[in-house]
């Protein structure tokens, strides 16, 4: 086999990357396969947004679990388990159409944020543990390539649901994706090192929460951040794509995968563009420059949509600007964690931070349906949602302010 010639570490990575490659593929087309189905079985944007409910607070609760737990057993175990626990989630909608009520979508949903979260986590620790100690340039590309590609993943993930959706319906879509990740799970099994990730010194379950000022505010920064992005992405754009501008699942699906897919390239070429060519790796004060422009772009669309532009027009052209630049201040702020993070038990600190991830997630998926439902929906819900975003991105960028160098991270 050609990974035979590879060095140990390097076959390592690419275990950890292909799982996070499927499992992100599946996860993608999961949560557009849910938004479209239960959009055309006449839910309201708010009662969609409740059936990700569980999957966010969960992945909140992973997260923070999840890093003690990577650090106890090893992030081979953790990363196996999610990706067996999003077998079973896949499989809980098997069920036939009368018993997919919202509480049964809503459980299923919980073991997916579970799965999820405990996959990215594992993945984002393993780098660090991969990487020698000193080779700040090294895992700042190689963050910045997991992060992208998964990204990449997701967006083909998101299309792979609409497909999948309009050609086998929902239950042949999800006996697929479950047939498909049910192979990468076994193959994990036997590839995955079995001590990656593992504690010299057992953490105590005190240890969950952070005591480094650094993290802390970063982690901050990160929930408003992803709370940014989710309270308009989420349920309201999907849902203002097919109800007010008429797109079908196939044109839903594909453009927003087309997104996410760019998203993930920009994010992959995030080094080159602060600064890494030129020999300099980022700090807290590149957070800081990042957010800024990002701040204005919902607030620009918002406005547009305001005055009367074309609303296509406006959100394609929008979504793009906010996507790039969206991308940069997610690969710094992955980069940033992996950089702070302590090398022995690595999963405490990145759990903790993907924690404070998961509950601007959990923030923005709630506001998200709930805005554009409370706004009348259409235009003005999604205006509502908008200028929120620009709101949460201003306290981004001032919580950014405080965030140290990294040199004096790692003294923190």
């Known amino acids: 086999m050609m990974l035979t010639h590879l060095s140990a570490d390097l076959r390592q990575y690419l275990v950890v990357t ?88 809503m459980a299923a949903q919980a073991l997916s944020g579970i799965a999820k979260d405990l996959n990215k986590m594992s993945a984002k620790s393993s780098i660090k543990l991969l990487l020698p100690e000193d080779a700040e340039g090294a895992l700042y590309k190689w963050v ?76 901050a920064a990160r929930m408003l951040l992803f709370g940014a992005r989710d309270v308009w992405f989420v349920v309201a754009l999907p849902v203002f794509l097919a109800q007010t501008l008429g797109w079908d699942h196939w044109q839903t699906g594909g453009f927003l995968a087309l997104w996410v897919i760019g998203y993930g390239a920009v994010q992959t070429q995030a080094p080159r563009l602060t600064g890494k060519r030129a020999g300099t790796v980022p700090d807290g004060r ?27 027009f406006t959100i394609i052209i929008g979504l793009l600007a906010f996507g790039a630049v969206f991308a940069v201040n997610s690969s710094l702020h992955s980069y940033l964690i992996v950089s702070y993070a302590g090398r022995d038990g690595v999963s405490l600190d990145v759990g903790f931070y993907y924690m404070a991830n998961a509950m601007g997630r959990l923030l923005g998926t709630l506001l998200s349906g709930w805005l554009f439902q409370l706004a009348g929906q259409g235009s003005s819900g999604l205006q509502a949602c908008l200028w929120v975003s620009a709101m949460l991105l201003l306290l981004t960028l001032v919580i950014s302010l405080a965030l140290p160098t990294t040199a004096q991270a790692r003294s923190a």
């Not at 990706?83 to 896949?90: E, I, Y």
């Not at 497909?163 to 193959?187: K, N, P, R, Y």
């Not at 669309?301 to 609303?311: C, H, N």
């Open 18 to 105: 292909g799982n996070y490659w499927a499992f992100t593929l599946t996860d993608g087309a999961l949560r557009m396969l849910v938004v479209l189905h239960f959009h055309a079985l006449g839910y309201s944007p708010l009662n969609i947004a409740l059936l990700f409910l569980f999957y966010e607070i969960f992945g909140v609760i992973t997260n923070l679990v999840g890093g003690w737990l990577g650090a106890r057993l090893g992030l081979n175990r953790t990363m196996n388990i999610g990706l067996f626990l999003q077998l079973v989630a896949l499989a809980m909608l098997l069920v036939p159409a009368s018993m997919l009520t919202v509480v049964w979508v």
């Open 144 to 219: 910045a390539i997991l992060t992208g590609s998964k990204n990449a993943m997701k967006g083909a993930g998101f299309f792979l649901g609409g497909v999948l959706l309009m050609t086998l319906g929902f239950s042949g879509a999800i006996l697929a994706m479950l047939l498909g990740l049910l192979l990468v799970w076994l193959l994990s099994l036997v590839l995955l090192k079995r001590d990656l990730g593992k504690a010299k010194n057992k953490p105590k379950f005190r240890d969950i929460v952070s005591k480094s000022r650094a993290i802390n505010i970063l982690s």
């Open 286 to 312: 590149s957070a800081v420059l990042w957010a800024a422009p990002l701040m204005l772009l919902p607030a620009l669309i918002a406005a547009g949509l305001y005055v009367g532009f074309d609303p296509a």
